[in-house]
């Protein structure tokens, strides 16, 4: 019997190729699927067809022949589709990540199309003008208007970085979806704000307990959309809308734990010969998987790499987030090498797909890599070399870190290098890196007993 992480990693390949089968009957579509690094493999197939569902019966076609007719895509067949996704997600029959995905797949194929000369009557721009209106359009439909008193809250909470507004967003939004849906409580006036009280908290910690018990969320998990029920019944009690307070229940607090993996240097060697051997984009991906190995940069800091950052010449180059600022690092021969290779490559992916982008790392539709196609890369490649995912984006960083104090570098240098604001961040690496060797320690001198003083 395999492992239990080689026996997902398993199962998860075997969905892969399953899915690859089926989509054998669509040349086109899997062409589509194998160019591009998906995750979630399953999304991505039934997405696109859903459009080859659509466009075959406004064409009154089986759906069998419908990629002999994929040069014959008007723009009023884009239009109409984006319309009928549209008017499902209005009539509440697709949810909103459901229906952001779909869009995003459908305009990804489009752009796949016009880059191999499949459609004649649409271009990337027109392709790129959808897309960007329909992402318009949907940004005001994509937060539904809270109650009042959820909406000031959450007005509040704005003025907090990006990554923290969008957590406690999501979390506020669930508990608002338990009040109104199970509570039947909209706070929206003075008179439901006076009944909200305990109970309907309790409730809510029920159903967080009762998703810990079925393994839908971590226990740390409901910690987190818990304090963020803390925050928004401090919130009312600070501006003396309620006359009570919340407390976490003991049995519902447990912070996230930290792990600090460390990434053998022959696992690496092991998962770049396998993007160089199996990627169809090998220059681009061994590039970010040596840049986040050298330099322990964030994915984010990847994908926000320009042209104008790098200094090949003097071997260093600008790393950029919202969370970390601004750094200068210099690379390694070897990252300037491989970068090298790369900007080749990115040239013909810019002739290709007719686009121009100040980006570094692209697709090859010319579009910026995101951080989920990083990801992706990591996964896909994971389970080339190993049956199961043993080095992400994450550990690579974890191992600069970790390396860096183990050489005894100067504590801030290593936290300026890893653009971390905070010391604590770090220290956590640092006893992380005495742990580790302590336990790669053994117990006792060997020599003590033939070398004595």
């Known amino acids: 019997m395999l492992p239990k992480k080689a026996e997902t990693s398993y199962s998860l390949s075997s969905e892969y190729e399953n899915l690859l089968s089926k989509a054998n009957k669509f040349p086109v579509l899997?062409?589509?699927?194998?160019d591009n690094e998906f995750r979630n493999i399953k999304n991505l197939y039934y997405d696109v067809k859903s459009f080859y569902d659509f466009y075959s019966s406004s064409l009154s076609l089986p759906l069998s022949v419908i990629e002999f007719h994929l040069q014959n895509i008007e723009p009023d067949?884009?239009?109409?589709?984006?319309?009928?996704?549209?008017?499902?997600?209005?009539?509440g029959q697709l949810k909103h990540c459901t229906y952001s995905n779909r869009k995003s797949h459908f305009f990804n194929f489009l752009q796949f199309l016009c880059a191999n000369s499949i459609v004649s009557s649409i271009n990337t721009g027109y392709v790129n003008e959808m897309r960007l209106h329909f992402?318009?359009?949907?940004?005001?439909?994509?937060?539904?208007?809270?109650?009042?008193?959820?909406q000031l809250f959450v007005d509040h909470i704005s003025l907090h970085?990006?990554?923290?507004?969008?957590?406690?967003?999501?979390?506020?939004?669930?508990?608002?979806?338990?009040?109104?849906?199970?509570?039947?409580?909209?706070?929206?006036?003075?008179?439901?704000?006076?009944?909200?009280n305990h109970q309907h908290i309790k409730s809510y910690e029920d159903l967080l307990i009762q998703r810990?018990?079925?393994?839908?969320?971590?226990?740390?998990?409901?910690?987190?959309?818990?304090?963020?029920?803390k925050n928004f019944v401090r919130f009312l009690h600070e501006r003396r809308i309620i006359n009570w307070k919340y407390v976490i229940p003991e049995n519902l607090r447990e912070n996230a734990k930290r792990s600090n993996p460390y990434v053998q240097e022959m696992d690496f060697v092991e998962l770049i010969k396998s993007i160089r051997e199996s990627s169809r984009n090998k220059e681009r991906d061994t590039a970010i998987a040596y840049l986040i190995y050298y330099l322990g940069c964030r994915p984010i800091e990847v994908s926000n790499l320009t042209l104008d950052d790098l200094y090949l010449s003097e071997k260093t180059l600008i790393l950029k987030s919202v969370k970390s600022g601004q750094r200068k690092m210099q690379i390694h021969d070897k990252v300037v090498q491989r970068l090298k290779e790369y900007l080749k490559k990115r040239d013909k992916y810019l002739k290709k797909s007719s686009t121009n982008t100040p980006y570094v790392f692209i697709?090859?539709?010319?579009?910026?890599?995101?951080?989920?196609?990083?990801?992706?890369?990591?996964?896909?490649?994971n389970i080339k070399s190993f049956n199961q995912v043993r080095i992400n984006a994450k550990?690579?960083?974890?191992?600069?870190?970790?390396?860096?104090?183990?050489?005894?570098?100067?504590?801030?240098?290593?936290?300026?290098?890893?653009?971390?604001k905070d010391p604590r961040s770090t220290m956590h690496y640092y006893h992380r890196s005495k742990e580790r060797l302590l336990e790669n320690s053994l117990p006792y001198n060997p020599s003590r007993r033939y070398f004595k003083r």
């Open 161 to 196: 970085k990006a990554s923290t507004k969008i957590a406690q967003r999501k979390a506020i939004g669930l508990f608002n979806k338990h009040l109104t849906n199970k509570c039947n409580l909209v706070l929206d006036c003075l008179e439901s704000i006076s009944t909200f």
């Open 363 to 381: 697709t090859i539709h010319g579009n910026p890599i995101t951080t989920n196609c990083i990801s992706s890369i990591f996964y896909q490649y």
């Open 395 to 420: 550990s690579l960083r974890h191992r600069f870190i970790t390396k860096a104090l183990d050489n005894r570098n100067d504590f801030n240098s290593v936290r300026e290098a890893a653009g971390q």
């Open 30 to 34: 899997k062409s589509f699927i194998v």
């Open 212 to 229: 810990v018990e079925l393994n839908e969320i971590q226990k740390s998990t409901a910690n987190k959309y818990l304090l963020v029920v």
């Open 135 to 150: 992402q318009d359009t949907s940004k005001s439909t994509q937060y539904v208007d809270f109650p009042h008193y959820v």
């Open 77 to 91: 067949n884009v239009l109409n589709y984006c319309l009928f996704m549209k008017s499902l997600y209005e009539k």
